[in-house]
């Protein structure tokens, strides 16, 4: 068994992930001296003292946490040192600033962390790339194999029939999508397809800013209690049960998730259909990604975190989940 102090390129602690040796956390949840910021969702994000992030991400986390002090706007693909460190952001996919690092320490070795990946074409973030790497660090969110979703397509083509079925009917369908990247790519498939479009407000403040960063969104009416006939509303889940809702009738609710896949999520919802939108990478993508950088050693954190590094095992891959030790394949 190799010792975990010897070999963990990353360190699980309160408060997150911490890249070993250095002080350089990924993601921190909790206030800290230095993270890397992979995007901007409220799970991933903190006031740190300094922080690593995409200027999209630095403007989305200024909108959510207050002026960030000691932001550093580091475009994609443009390496530079820090420390003995390099650096290299790449997208992600995942939503509009999204990014993976790569540090290369001085003894050459490569380690990735992708944060939240998506490996599916979208209309509002950048394309995901493959991060070359010797150690990947892997977001597990839907590391189980029973999270595989239909091609993207697909599923917009059969959202698209819902809506205009429902449209006919003189029903208000109403989707919901979380606030922040899966609502914008939503609201830009609409767009495309003819659709009008009325969203909350919190939605279309967001939509806001990702025009600033070249991704318009308009013509997106600010919902304001009423909708009008022939309107698609979109509104965050966690709203689902709200009163605005409520009294719009009548209607069809649909929520977009990955985990729409688990028929919980439409009685969670009191929803009347899902829709396998996700913004995330599903498992066959995720082992089929993993193999692509070519890791020697792959770390799964977050999600099926455990069952996704067996997975990868079984393939033949040394992997682990975040905080276990590293099992290698002896036969
Ligand atoms: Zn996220």
Redesign the pocket.
Same mark, same amino acid.
């Given at each position: 068994m190799y010792s975990c102090r010897a070999m963990c390129a990353v360190e699980l602690r309160r408060g997150g992930l911490r890249l070993s040796g250095t002080a350089l956390w990924l993601d921190a949840t909790q206030k800290s001296e230095l993270s890397f910021v992979?995007?901007a969702?409220s799970? &991933?994000i903190a006031r740190h003292e300094r922080v690593i992030a995409t200027s999209a991400t630095l403007r989305l986390m200024s909108h959510r946490l207050g002026q960030i002090p000691a932001g550093l706007p580091v475009p994609y693909n443009r390496p530079f040192a820090l420390g003995a460190l390099q650096i290299e952001l790449l997208p992600a996919g &995942?939503?509009l600033g999204?990014a993976q690092i790569r540090v290369t320490r001085d003894d050459g070795r490569r380690i990735a962390y992708t944060?939240?990946l998506n490996l599916a074409p979208s209309l509002t973030a950048e394309a995901a790339q493959v991060v070359e790497c010797d150690t990947l660090i892997l977001e597990a969110t839907f590391g189980h194999p029973r999270y595989r979703f239909p091609p993207k397509e697909q599923v917009l083509s059969q959202l698209e029939t819902w809506l205009r079925e429902k449209l006919d009917r003189g029903h208000t369908p109403v989707l919901l999508g979380y606030a922040l990247?899966k609502s914008q790519e939503v609201i830009a498939f609409l767009e495309r397809r003819g659709f009008e479009v009325a969203a909350h407000p919190s939605i279309c403040d967001l939509a806001s800013i990702y025009s600033e960063f070249g991704v318009a969104l308009s013509p997106l009416r600010r919902f304001n209690g009423t909708v009008r006939s022939g309107e698609v509303l979109v509104f965050p889940p966690h709203l689902s049960r709200s009163a605005s809702i409520s009294r719009i009738w009548p209607r069809s609710v649909a929520v977009l998730s990955g985990w729409a896949t688990d028929a919980a999520a439409i009685r969670w919802y009191r929803s009347d259909a899902a829709f396998p939108l996700s913004?995330?990478a599903d498992f066959d993508s995720l082992v089929d990604y993993a193999r692509r950088t070519g890791a020697k050693e792959v770390i799964t954190h977050g999600g099926f975190a455990e069952q996704l590094a067996s997975s990868l095992r079984e393939r033949g891959s040394v992997a682990r989940a975040v905080g276990r030790p590293l099992q290698l394949r002896l036969f």
């Open positions: 992979s995007h969702h799970d &991933h &995942h939503m999204s944060g939240d990247g913004d995330h």
